[in-house]
């Protein structure tokens, strides 16, 4: 494959797209969302073939499979950020300086966006909308493990990009060949900002070898604080909810922190997990607190590397602190600045947990899984933040936008 040739046709295309009528876009997304829908079928026979290379047990397995739920899902995204407004065209910032000439910040694309994944099929389709909605175009390159899911998105993508706007350039999907990864990182002449979604292996292997600026998304290592002044029932709902709903995901629970006060609840905390069978690596007050209120055969004694591990699957590991402050500084010393949360009715400790932990998305009394583009009413996502400059957090439409000076002068010379 010849990247250099499809990149420039891709660069050539963003630039084209800066032209198109945002009219004309909206109706192109309610083309696919609407072409998803009567591809169903076909959609979920390439998904089968990606499933059966998979083990059911494999935290993969449910991040690539697709079913009419979540098909229907990805559909109504797509028609969601249809409705929202162009973040295009925006004044920013407008003044009159002394000299008379007139200065507009105004928002534009980043041109052309480049993002690099592993397991969600999705992605394709999420990545496409976003970036199309804010006239970008965008180079995806996935995971062989949904190898057939993407081509199947890409294809149908590409159909209607093709009748709308005659020219399928716009998102492109890169054969899954691992020597294009090396030069599509270094393609900086074509590539604008490269976006990694997946593990903390991909992400650093990106960061370490791209010649693009990257956005850092996607590893999260995320805690639940109870506090010595939290609910117990709010707390045995959030954590459950936050291991349980989506194990395999980036902000599901990994490590529970309690106050060694509140051990004495741990067993009720923990109750309703043992029926999912929850494997919990407990530290030592943890554990002798649970012997006897939890199966057996689904605890065991917390080693030091399950603090700061992401487990993606039906594991979590518990720490014992003494105060709000431990809690806080064990979240800063192993989060990875993804998600993090509070139970607690004592609103100064809210308060302080809020303006101490350093995370993307930092909650009181809440399940961290809400942190997604599509519950902050995003539509979507590009994917969720946890570095400092640009972005942070769940990105949307707007935070894959820039922005340029546009001055008026009447023949001013410095």
């Not at 083309?31 to 591809?39: E, P, Q, R, T």
């Not at 741990?266 to 407990?282: H, N």
């Amino acid at each position: 494959m010849d990247l250099s040739n499809v990149l420039k046709k891709v660069r050539a295309a963003s630039r084209e797209l800066n032209l198109i009528d945002d009219k004309i876009i909206n109706q192109a997304l309610l083309k696919v969302a609407l072409l998803i829908i009567k591809s169903k079928k076909e959609i979920l026979q390439e998904n089968a073939k990606d499933l059966r290379k998979i083990s059911k047990d494999d935290p993969v397995y449910d991040r690539i499979l697709l079913n009419g739920e979540r098909i229907e899902g990805i559909a109504n995204s797509l028609k969601l950020i249809a409705k929202y407004k162009s973040p295009i065209g925006k004044t920013l910032e407008e003044r009159k300086l002394e000299n008379g000439l007139n200065l507009k910040k105004v928002s534009v694309p980043f041109g052309v966006i480049g993002i690099i994944f592993e397991a969600r099929p999705n992605v394709v389709v999420d990545v496409f909308a976003l970036c199309f909605k804010s006239k970008n175009a965008c180079v995806l390159k996935g995971g062989s493990s949904s190898e057939n899911s993407n081509k199947v998105f890409i294809k149908i993508i590409q159909k209607v990009l093709k009748s709308s706007l005659g020219n399928a350039d716009i998102a492109v999907l890169l054969p899954n060949d691992r020597e294009i990864v090396g030069q599509f990182l270094k393609a900086n002449k074509y590539v604008d900002v490269i976006i990694p979604r997946g593990g903390k292996g991909l992400i650093d292997f990106v960061r370490e070898n791209s010649s693009i600026p990257v956005i850092e998304t996607g590893a999260g290592v995320v805690h639940t604080y109870v506090d010595e002044f939290g609910d117990i029932n709010k707390a045995a709902k959030i954590v459950f909810n936050a291991k349980i709903s989506r194990p395999s995901v980036c902000n599901a629970l990994d490590t529970l922190i309690i106050h060694q006060k509140k051990l004495k609840d741990l067993g009720t905390i923990c109750e309703r997990m043992a029926d999912k069978k929850v494997i919990i690596y407990a530290d030592e007050n943890s554990y002798k607190d649970l012997v006897g209120k939890y199966p057996k055969d689904l605890l065991f004694k917390a080693k030091k590397e399950y603090f700061g591990m992401e487990f993606l699957s039906l594991k979590m590991s518990i720490k014992t602190v003494k105060d709000l402050n431990e809690a806080v500084n064990h979240i800063n010393t192993f989060g990875s600045g993804h998600s993090e949360a509070i139970i607690t009715e004592n609103k100064k400790n809210a308060e302080k947990f809020l303006n101490m932990v350093d995370a993307a998305c930092v909650y009181v009394n809440a399940s961290t899984r809400f942190t997604d583009g599509g519950e902050f009413g995003l539509g979507a996502e590009m994917g969720i933040s946890t570095q400092k400059l640009h972005a942070r957090g769940p990105m949307g439409i707007t935070e894959i936008t820039s922005y340029k000076w546009e001055i008026w002068g009447n023949g001013q010379i410095r």
